[in-house]
């Protein structure tokens, strides 16, 4: 919530005004999402539909039901039929100051697979410590999603330590390597049969990929996405790599 309406149409115009001199072909192997607000979320999918590589719009959270008496929440089922390909669920804020558990995460992340869309899980640990305490924080976040999500659809978890959110560096790669490959371990996690990407956020930004690319599958930016030239130089950092 940190752009007017006229200011997230702005950014999207300069982001797509970088974006369009690169080649179609360096992008060919990287998917690219963009999640603005809810008011601005069908403006910025006219726009992106300007742009020369496809750029899935995506969606901040969304309610665990289609349709029902649920006055100010938003249907799963209208955001894919507006043309939503992924929806974040269960962010560090939305659990802290709205009280979203592991169960209401849960039933969001179905809702948003059963509507044809991609879940963008948000996971991590609370405090900064030992590696084998973050994995095991996760693996109750992660089994709780992908046991209501079925095993062919695909999933994107993005791991960011609580800890880490805001801060003016992200977590050390080593400590993020190592949760990562633990929830990969996990026997949830290996014996899908869908697509399961794990991207990175936590104060990431342009140089982190190349540290992270031997475990991570990509980045998932918070306020470095709000520099039209540092989204797509990260973008162009993660194609490369």
């Known amino acids: 919530m940190y752009f007017s309406l006229s200011q997230n149409r702005e950014v999207t115009k300069g982001f797509l005004d970088c974006l369009s001199r690169t080649s179609p072909e360096s992008l060919s192997d990287v998917d690219i999402f963009i999640i603005p607000d809810f008011v601005s979320l069908t403006e910025t999918i006219g726009q992106l539909k300007s742009s020369h590589v496809p750029i899935w719009p995506g969606a901040q959270d969304c309610h665990w039901e289609d349709s029902g008496a649920f006055t100010g929440e938003v249907s799963p089922a209208v ?3 507006a043309g939503v390909r992924i929806v974040e669920v269960g962010h560090a804020e939305r659990r802290r100051l709205f009280g979203e558990n592991d169960a209401i995460v849960a039933k969001k992340a179905a ?30 976040q992660v089994e709780a999603v992908l046991a209501t999500v079925p095993s062919i659809a695909e999933v994107a978890l993005a791991y960011e330590p609580v800890w880490a959110i805001g801060a003016s560096e992200p977590a050390a790669e ?8 633990g929830i990969r371990r996990l026997d949830c996690v290996k014996s899908r049969q869908g697509t399961t990407r794990v991207v990175y956020g936590g104060s990431a930004g342009p140089g982190l990929y190349e540290r992270l ?3 991570l599958d990509g980045l998932f930016l918070g306020r470095f996405g709000h520099d039209p030239e540092r989204f797509v130089k990260t973008i162009l950092e993660v194609a490369q790599a």
């Open 213 to 215: 690319k031997s475990g």
């Open 174 to 181: 080593d400590h993020v390597l190592k949760v990562v490959e």
């Open 79 to 81: 955001l894919s039929e």
């Open 111 to 140: 809702a948003v697979s059963r509507n044809g869309m991609v879940p963008l899980v948000c996971i991590g640990e609370q405090t900064k410590g030992d590696i084998g305490v973050a994995v095991d924080e996760c693996r109750t």
